[in-house]
């Protein structure tokens, strides 16, 4: 069979996709076709009938607008993916989204289209692979043995998140990453020579890659005789440098941004079957070109070999065995609850005074110890967001049996990386930097909440209390940036308390990202019952009630708990009756019935105050219109904490001046 033949096949379905469509991008997938023809059928380790298979190599198309080159080599390989899936491109709740997104179809490691974040993934997920390997493979028994592929092109190569996640993969000397550059010249633009003159062969070898320049992208032998050398170099990450034509076989528009984001034309598809010597019709593909493309009776016989060696590796380490599927099945230890429920008792009756950033870190050592899958790391911040405990150990170009990531001053890599950890499976991420620079990051923990993967961020430095740095490190409307992403978990733990039961929700949780919002500055410990602890894990729940209908509630978080208390008090002394809500997480608050979030906040009162020192708009939903905020409404100032505290009206008086003005309406 001609391989030029077999790439066409993707070519045709591209084409014919986005052509359907009336939208979509298929100059990059006819371009891409050859190197992808060489990649799929000749090393490509998969089994299209268990798409989840522990060993698979992982395929990511970071340049994710060309999506119908993964959606045709899904159908061709034997995926179940059918050709009316094809047919069904970029329509409501096709398995052929515009992007390839996680979940939808079986195949899709993860979800791409904002440029730079799938090569970063898999950048995750051979740091991933490498981890795991180093801490279960055993002499003669690789049970952990893949390579990590990802195609990108320029685009993905401008975005400045290739320049963090690239510069760290050749630190770490990631020796099964190999990327391909579809280095066509072409962007929406036009020619990238105006905007984008990089030598990438020397930038890659700076950063400590192994660079095969100038392969031919459409010449089977050059790629695969790159692809060949790539693999055979183990101590660095690959960059193959593919010289493509865009929308390669196009007669009239090949090598022009004009075939980059729109379809052809049906005279112009016409044309290029021509060009092409393709002689089928639209979505059709020949029984022989099937059968050459067809991967599920080698994927079968692969992944038969492989449960051979782990079964002959279970036998020889039974307990090793055991616990890699545990973890790579994501399952919490047997002994998870009790103990953990244990330790939040034991917290709640031993008290003390500190930061919430210290006791996040109490809690990681407390649950440390019975998690070995946690892999922790730090934007350069390690020192200030106290992400290390006495577990934790460092990988290293020459050492990855550890279980912490120094990432460097890259926020935005961090996030990606770890949704690209979480993706392949193993671990249980968690990372760190101030609040303020959650932002250098946003995109990449929204990704995170768009595909449901579990990726932890410990954000502190929370608000304004971290003082004399000024309003450049005081975060004001990041919380509710958060809070108001879908299927984002958002947590400001107002204690200790709270701070465990904060990272217990987010550990257990398996289906979205979770932020842990906590302080600088020491917080008092709060008294709780029983049923209060246990409320916690609510969201929101009655810290302090009064006798009766309350007059008036305080609903806060975090460092302002303890001023809603300590304004409760004093309001009191004139005979208020008043309730002070504790609310950690509004989004689990929210997610509760109906009955119990009237129990915390009844409707008939309608006299409330909330207090954060954060953006004040947010709270309006739990205030109403007729309640009042004690929140930001500008920037902070640089100044001592307690000055700015005081400044900008989070102090007793002005709660309680407040919450007399809302009593007197």
Not at 285 to 297: F, L, R, S, T
Not at 519 to 534: C, D, F, K
Not at 581 to 587: E, G, H, R, W, Y
Request: include cysteine; charge should be negative; hydrophobic fraction near 40%.
């Amino acid at each position: 069979m001609n391989r030029k033949q077999l790439a066409n096949a993707i070519r045709a379905l591209s084409m014919d996709g986005v052509q359907k469509a009336n939208s979509g991008h298929p100059g990059a997938p006819m371009g891409m076709a050859d190197i992808a023809e060489v990649l799929w059928r000749d090393h490509l380790n998969h089994n299209p009938k268990n798409p989840n298979w522990t060993n698979r190599d992982r395929f990511i198309l970071s340049n994710g607008h060309s999506s119908m080159l993964l959606y045709s080599l899904l159908h061709l390989t034997g995926y179940n993916l059918s050709i009316e899936d094809l047919k069904n491109f970029r329509q409501l709740h096709s398995k052929t989204p515009g992007h390839p997104e996680y979940g939808y179809a079986p195949g899709i490691e993860t979800t791409t289209g904002p440029l730079g974040q799938g090569m970063t993934n898999a950048v995750g997920m051979a740091i991933a692979e490498r981890a795991l390997a180093s801490q279960f493979n055993q002499s003669g028994y690789d049970i952990v043995d893949h390579f990590t592929y990802t195609f990108m092109g320029d685009g993905c190569l401008m975005e400045g998140i290739s320049h963090e996640a690239c510069s760290l993969a050749g630190t770490l000397g990631l020796g099964k990453l190999i990327a391909f550059w579809d280095d066509n010249g072409i962007s929406i633009d036009g020619e990238v020579e105006g905007w984008f003159s990089d030598d990438t062969p020397k930038r890659f070898e700076a950063y400590g890659w192994h660079v095969i320049p100038e392969v031919d992208g459409h010449d089977p032998k050059a790629i695969n005789t790159a692809i060949e050398a790539a693999k055979a170099e183990s101590g660095k990450p690959t960059l193959i440098c593919c010289k493509t034509i865009i929308g390669f076989g196009s007669p009239n528009k090949s090598g022009s941004h004009d075939c980059h984001g729109a379809p052809l034309g049906q005279d112009e598809i016409t044309a290029t079957r021509e060009f092409l010597g393709w002689n089928y019709g639209p979505f059709e593909i020949p029984p022989e070109i099937y059968a050459e493309w067809d991967a599920k009776e080698v994927g079968i016989a692969k992944e038969r070999a492989w449960d051979e060696k782990f079964a002959s590796y279970a036998a020889a380490y039974p307990e090793l065995a055991a616990e890699f599927k545990r973890r790579v099945n994501g399952e919490l230890p047997v002994e998870w609850e009790v103990t953990t429920s244990a330790i939040i008792a034991d917290l709640q009756a031993n008290p003390i005074n500190i930061a919430s950033r210290k006791a996040s870190q109490n809690a990681l050592e407390a649950f440390g110890k019975m998690l070995p899958e946690f892999m922790g790391g730090s934007a350069d911040l390690a020192p200030s967001n106290l992400t290390m405990w006495s577990g934790s150990n460092s990988l290293n170009k020459k050492d990855f049996s550890g279980n912490y990531i120094h990432y460097g001053v890259r926020e935005f890599a961090m996030t990606a990386i770890m949704n690209g950890i979480a993706l392949h499976g193993g671990f249980v991420p968690y990372g760190a930097t101030f609040l303020v620079f959650m932002e250098y990051a946003r995109n990449a923990m929204r990704m995170a909440a768009l595909m449901k993967v579990q990726n932890i961020q410990v954000y502190t430095h929370d608000s304004i209390g971290l003082g004399e740095d000024g309003p450049t490190h005081q975060p004001v409307e990041q919380m509710a940036s958060l809070r108001m992403t879908p299927n984002m978990s958002t947590w400001r733990p107002c204690d200790q308390v709270e701070s465990a039961v904060a990272w217990k929700y987010a550990i257990e949780r398996k289906d979205g990202p979770t932020a842990l919002i906590c302080s600088r500055q020491n917080l008092t410990q709060q008294e709780r019952g029983a049923e209060q602890v246990s409320n916690i894990t609510k969201g929101g729940y009655v810290l302090k009630d009064c006798a009766g209908k309350p007059d008036l509630i305080f609903i806060a978080t975090g460092s302002e708990v303890e001023l809603a208390v300590e304004a409760a008090v004093k309001l009191t002394e004139d005979d208020t009756l008043v309730r002070v809500v504790s609310m950690p997480s509004t989004d689990v608050f929210d997610a509760q019935d109906k009955s119990y979030r009237d129990s915390v906040l009844p409707s008939d009162v309608t006299a409330r105050v909330a207090i954060e020192a954060g953006i004040a708009d947010y709270w309006y939903k739990y205030v109403g219109l007729n309640g009042r905020i004690v929140g930001m409404t500008s920037f902070g100032e640089s100044a001592p904490a307690g000055e700015l505290f005081r400044l900008f009206g989070f102090s007793i008086e002005n709660v309680v001046k407040v919450a007399k003005e809302v009593l007197t309406k």
